[in-house]
């Protein structure tokens, strides 16, 4: 296991305090959600058995094409309720997802490689395991527009 950067019980308690602050649907995490999803949708197949696992602070549940949620099982693993790189709750670790979407949850772990590999042994073969995460030019229209400003 690789060395942790900080200690998982201060993430933990990073993680739950962004949680209590943004109650409502961060616009900025709903617009990622909504990119994240569309890259889903941009996949010409019908995914039955769907893996979401997020922060906190992103629920994309409310994000799901209403037919996505009438045709498939969608279990949600939030990492506000587990230690992502501990043992895994029975539901997660039976399978056999379609699809396994990681939403703004690679910031919270420090073994990405680990993580990426555990999950890509719960898809089926031929599966999508979909993750984001923000980069240096995530938002590069809002800071040239604040740099313009002043």
Not at 30 to 46: D, I, N, P, W
Not at 62 to 87: F, H, R, Y
Not at 105 to 134: E, I, N, S, Y
């Amino acid at each position: 296991m690789a060395p942790r950067l900080y200690p998982y019980p201060a993430l933990q308690r990073a993680l739950q305090r962004a949680t209590r602050y943004s109650a409502a649907p961060h616009p900025i995490l709903h617009h990622l959600g909504q990119e994240l999803l569309g890259r889903l949708a941009e996949h010409k197949r019908a995914f039955k058995h769907i893996l979401l696992v997020q922060a906190g602070v992103t629920d994309l549940r409310p994000c799901l094409p209403a037919e996505m949620l009438a045709t498939a099982q969608v279990s949600v693993l939030n990492l506000t309720e587990v230690d992502i790189e501990g043992p895994l709750p029975e539901v997660v670790t039976r399978g056999g997802f379609e699809a396994i979407i990681l939403a703004q949850v690679l910031p919270w772990v420090h073994d990405v490689p680990r993580l990426l590999l555990t999950f890509g042994r719960l898809l089926k073969p031929d599966g999508l395991l979909l993750a984001d995460a923000l980069g240096a030019n995530s938002f590069s229209p809002l800071t040239q527009a604040w740099a313009e400003v002043g």
